[in-house]
Antibody, heavy 123, light 109 residues
C-alpha cells in the first residue's frame, strides 16, 4: 500500500526558501502512471494546488505560484521535493504531498495524500 | 477567494439526505470532470468521488456525485455522525491549473 510522508522545517523566516520533501513508500515513483503533487491549505481555509511532477522530471505549476516554485524528483530515494522561494506570512499553511492518477495530460484524481506538515513563516 | 464556489456550511440529522453544491465556469466544471474530497477533522483530504460520479473502492454508496453544466453536487444519503467533515470540490481549469472550492463544513445535528 502506497504511503506518502512529508518532512521539512516547520518554521521558515520571511524572504527565505521553504523546502519540503515527500517520501513515497510501498511503491516506486518510477513506475509511471502518476504525477506527484504538492497542495497547501492555509489555516482554516480551502485547498490550493501548487504543482506536480512526473518521474521523468516534467513539471506543471500553478500559474499564480510558478515564479517562486520548484518541484524536483529523486527516483533513487523515491522522493520528490518542493522549494518555494521568497516566502512571506501568506505562505503559512499545511503542506500536503499527494499522488495524482494520470489518465490524460491534466491528471485525474488525487488518490493518496500524505498527512500534511505545518509550515509557519515568521521571524 | 476560491475559483469554485461552495456554501460554507451544511447540516442534517442522522438518516437524512444532504446535498452540497459546487459552482464553477465553462473553463473548469463546464469542460472538465469534478472531484470531491472529504477532510475529517485534523486529517488529510481523502478522495470521495472522481470523474463526476465515480466512487473509489471503499467509499460507501451513500455518497454520490453529479454534474450539470457548470455546477456539480455531492449527495450524502442516510447521514451518519461520522460524515461530519469538510467537503471540497475540485476540477481542472483551462488556465491551466487545478482549482478547488472553499470547502463546506457539514454538521450532523
Amino acid at each position: 500500500q502506497v504511503q506518502l510522508q512529508e518532512s521539512g522545517p516547520g518554521l521558515v523566516k520571511p524572504s527565505q526558501t521553504l523546502s519540503l520533501t515527500c517520501t513515497v513508500s510501498g511503491g516506486s515513483i518510477s513506475s509511471g502512471g502518476y504525477y506527484w503533487s504538492w497542495i497547501r491549505q492555509h489555516p482554516g481555509k480551502g485547498l490550493e494546488w501548487i504543482g506536480y511532477i512526473y518521474y521523468s522530471g516534467s513539471t506543471y505549476y500553478n500559474p499564480s505560484l510558478k515564479s517562486r516554485v520548484t518541484i524536483s524528483v529523486d527516483t533513487s530515494k523515491n522522493q520528490f521535493s518542493l522549494k518555494l522561494s521568497s516566502v512571506t506570512a501568506a505562505d503559512t499553511a499545511v503542506y500536503y504531498c499527494a499522488r495524482v492518477v494520470i489518465v490524460d495530460a491534466r491528471g485525474d484524481a488525487f488518490d493518496i495524500w500524505g498527512q500534511g506538515t505545518m509550515v509557519t513563516v515568521s521571524s | 477567494q476560491s475559483v469554485l464556489t461552495q456554501p460554507p456550511s451544511a447540516s442534517g440529522t442522522p438518516g437524512q439526505r444532504v446535498t452540497i453544491s459546487c459552482s464553477g465556469s465553462s473553463s473548469n466544471i463546464g469542460s472538465n470532470y469534478v472531484y470531491w474530497y472529504q477532510q475529517l477533522p485534523g486529517t488529510a483530504p481523502k478522495l470521495l468521488i472522481y470523474r463526476n460520479n465515480q466512487r473509489p473502492s471503499g467509499v460507501p454508496d451513500r455518497f454520490s456525485g453529479s454534474k450539470s453544466g457548470t455546477s456539480a453536487s455531492l449527495a450524502i444519503s442516510g447521514l451518519r455522525s461520522e460524515d461530519e467533515a469538510d467537503y471540497y470540490c475540485a476540477a481542472w481549469d483551462d488556465s491551466p491549473s487545478w482549482v478547488f472550492g472553499g470547502g463546506t463544513k457539514l454538521t450532523v445535528l
